[in-house]
């Protein structure tokens, strides 16, 4: 069977990655203004500076949208399905993508509280979201 793919981690994701592997979920927060982001990158989504600091986030959040997937991307997910896809607005005040795990897909409703726990893949621990 086809393994799950398993993150890349490059100069602007290692830090994050790193985290996950302690089982940390951490964002960036921009020192000129105040944005909280995420994914991680090299400037401000918002300000386009440069004053990012890596910060410790709170592992809490709510369902903003998802999605119950059906059919597979690959033969990696067979064993999955069916399986939640969720955009999560996490209690720090920005948006992720993972799947809702450990319960009923047909349990997942918008505005559901969920916390973060982490799948590993291969090495690698990826934030994944439960309910809370």
């Known amino acids: 069977m086809t393994a799950k793919p398993v993150p890349r981690p490059n100069a ?4 994050y990655w790193e985290a996950c592997n302690e089982e940390r979920l951490l964002y960036q927060k921009c020192g000129a ?3 909280n982001q995420f994914y991680p990158r090299s400037i401000c989504a918002k ?10 986030a709170a592992p809490t ?3 903003h949208s ?9 033969e990696a997910f067979k064993p999955d399905i069916p399986y939640v896809l969720a955009l999560v607005d996490m209690a720090d005040g920005y948006r992720m993508m993972m799947n809702v795990v450990d ?7 918008i505005g559901m509280a969920v916390r973060i726990v982490f799948e590993n ?3 690698q621990k990826l934030p994944q979201a439960t309910p809370a």
């Open 12 to 15: 602007d994701t290692a830090p």
């Open 47 to 56: 300000c386009g500076g440069g004053e990012l600091a890596w910060t410790e």
């Open 103 to 109: 319960c009923d897909p047909a349990a997942v409703e």
């Open 66 to 74: 998802f999605t119950v997937v059906e059919r597979a991307p690959s």
């Open 33 to 35: 203004c105040g944005h």
């Open 61 to 63: 959040g709510a369902v």
């Open 121 to 123: 893949r291969h090495g």
